[in-house]
DNA sequence: CTGAATCCTAAGGGATACTG
DNA sequence: CAGTATCCCTTAGGATTCAG
């Protein structure tokens, strides 16, 4: 099926996998889209929970720590009253940037073929039934 | 901070936007090591279960139905006694294979940067208590 | 062999109130 | 403004059992 070759060099079998800890870290519902935030040019605290719907101050909170904690933002404390605090992406939360950049772009070009299949798949569910 | 391109065009602020919807699919644990698996040439329920270290029947059921909605898998029912069914990715999945392709490498090669971010934080840590 | 169904617990995650 | 702490409910998801 002319798969592409980084799958031969994953091994899902070892629960200790690469993949396994950093899709845990990265594969949550908050994670990316605050990356995204970020690099859109939002960097405190009460921007990105605006900019990023729906999302709890405890959520952002533990994800930018989470983030923090593995080296993709960096938290910059201006120790001034009121407080200001930055977020920025690391070099490496840059690089992470890059890396998913597919991956969104297939989410967008996809998505209709997506609704499509959901279609199908609920039409075809309704006849067995 | 040199931003790709696609971070513009993505708006987490709206909570229907198709990166939350297919976020939510193929960023759990299991969619994305199951359609590795798959695409490493192994195809049956038990097969895969069994590639997947630590996955339940459950979820493995589960996570190919959703897959299967979406036009990510096809299911293929042999119809046999005792049951033959096969997994293979669609066309549509084999495209996110590709697209994921190069995050898997970034966690790869990015792997050990993150487990000295991890050490250096948790020095930080300790030191600051 | 495939997988549906049940049970049950542990974690996810929101709402709210409070602090520096 | 940034963040912590508490409460509480919902969901995820494992273990197990049953069925075709």
Same mark, same amino acid.
């Given at each position: =099926?002319?798969?592409?070759?980084?799958?031969?060099?994953?091994?899902?079998?070892?629960?200790?996998?690469?993949?396994?800890? $950093?899709?845990?870290?990265?594969?949550?519902?908050?994670?990316?889209?605050? =990356? $995204?935030?970020?690099?859109?040019?939002?960097? +405190?605290?009460?921007?990105?929970?605006?900019?990023?719907?729906?999302?709890?101050?405890? =959520?952002?909170?533990?994800?930018?720590?989470?983030?923090?904690?593995?080296?993709?933002?960096?938290?910059?404390?201006?120790?001034?009253?009121?407080?200001?605090?930055?977020?920025?992406?690391?070099?490496?939360?840059?690089?992470?940037?890059?890396?998913?950049?597919?991956?969104?772009?297939?989410?967008?070009?996809?998505?209709?073929?997506?609704?499509?299949? +959901?279609?199908?798949?609920?039409?075809?569910?309704?006849?067995?039934?």
């Amino acid at each position: =099926m002319d798969m592409p070759d980084w799958v031969a060099s994953v091994d899902p079998c070892d629960a200790d996998c690469p993949s396994r800890d $950093l899709l845990d870290l990265i594969g949550d519902r908050w994670s990316l889209l605050i =990356m $995204l935030v970020i690099g859109q040019g939002f960097h +405190r605290n009460g921007e990105i929970r605006r900019r990023v719907g729906g999302i709890s101050q405890k =959520m952002l909170t533990q994800t930018l720590r989470a983030l923090e904690a593995n080296g993709l933002v960096a938290r910059h404390d201006f120790a001034t009253v009121p407080p200001h605090v930055e977020y920025r992406l690391t070099p490496l939360g840059v690089s992470l940037g890059h890396a998913v950049g597919p991956m969104f772009q297939w989410i967008e070009a996809s998505y209709p073929a997506v609704l499509r299949a +959901r279609a199908a798949y609920a039409a075809r569910q309704a006849q067995a039934a």
